[in-house]
T-cell receptor, first 114, second 115 residues
Framework: AQSVSQHNHHVILSEAASLELGCNYS??????LFWYVQYPGQHLQLLLK??????LVKGIKGFEAEFIKSKFSFNLRKPSVQWSDTAEYFC????????????FGSGTRLQVQP | EAGVTQFPSHSVIEKGQTVTLRCDPI?????LYWYRRVMGKEIKFLLH????????ESGMPNNRFLAERTGGTYSTLKVQPAELEDSGVYFC?????????????FGPGTRLLVL
């Protein structure tokens, strides 16, 4: 069975600090990887995704993530966070073939202080 | 283009009552998914429709939950009778069919509270 671990449950940063949120997954086959974000009062939005090719993927609002296959990791990064990045971030994975359901991590609540 | 919509946004019911949640996917999306987030836990898959057919219902917790997608457009998720542990946020997502590189787009969720 698939599982996704997000190690940081609550992160507090000051504006302009760098961000890295960890995500590790467990699955025996080829996967698709996603980061979703939920801003306060809004619905889940896709931040970025990895299907194949270049393991460094860039998303919206200056976010990027790197897929490291040997470590089963897909960490999210941003060089300089803004107050508007305050949100909950979810890592998710599904199988490349077969079952389409997403398996989510428990989420990381990011609070950026001005 | 309209996104995934869900109705109602909130529902408060008493234990033993029935609640029906509705999801309207993005137009043209054959895949429709239901997920649930119980407070403090991760978002968990409930089931997956392809058009009107249930492709995967392995996440449905028990037979108190009934999902339908008549005509392959909108979907309903009925909980009958509701229990306290059914409280949470129910998300719907949709995606285009036939793509292994599919992206699921989520609705705003329905927040259900069972008292």
């Amino acid at each position: 069975a698939q599982s996704v671990s997000q190690h940081n449950h609550h992160v507090i940063l000051s504006e302009a600090a760098s961000l890295e949120l960890g995500c590790n997954y467990s699955y025996g086959g080829t996967v698709n990887l996603f980061w979703y974000v939920q801003y306060p009062g809004q619905h889940l939005q896709l931040l970025l995704k990895y299907f194949s090719g270049d393991p460094l993927v860039k998303g919206i609002k200056g976010f990027e993530a790197e897929f490291i296959k040997s470590k089963f990791s897909f960490n999210l990064r941003k060089p300089s966070v803004q107050w508007s990045d305050t949100a909950e971030y979810f890592c998710a994975v599904n199988a490349r073939t077969g079952r389409r359901a997403l398996t989510f991590g428990s989420g990381t609540r990011l609070q950026v202080q001005p | 283009e309209a996104g995934v919509t869900q109705f109602p946004s909130h529902s408060v019911i008493e234990k033993g009552q029935t609640v029906t949640l509705r999801c309207d996917p993005i137009s043209g999306h054959d895949n429709l998914y239901w997920y649930r987030r119980v407070m403090g836990k991760e978002i968990k898959f409930l089931l997956h429709f392809v058009k009107e057919s249930k492709q995967d219902e392995s996440g449905m917790p028990n037979n108190r939950f009934l999902a339908e997608r008549t005509g392959g457009t909108y979907s309903t998720l009925k909980v009958q009778p509701a229990e306290l542990e059914d409280s949470g946020v129910y998300f719907c997502a949709s995606s285009q069919a036939g793509l292994y590189q599919e992206t699921q787009y989520f609705g705003p969720g329905t927040r259900l509270l069972v008292l």
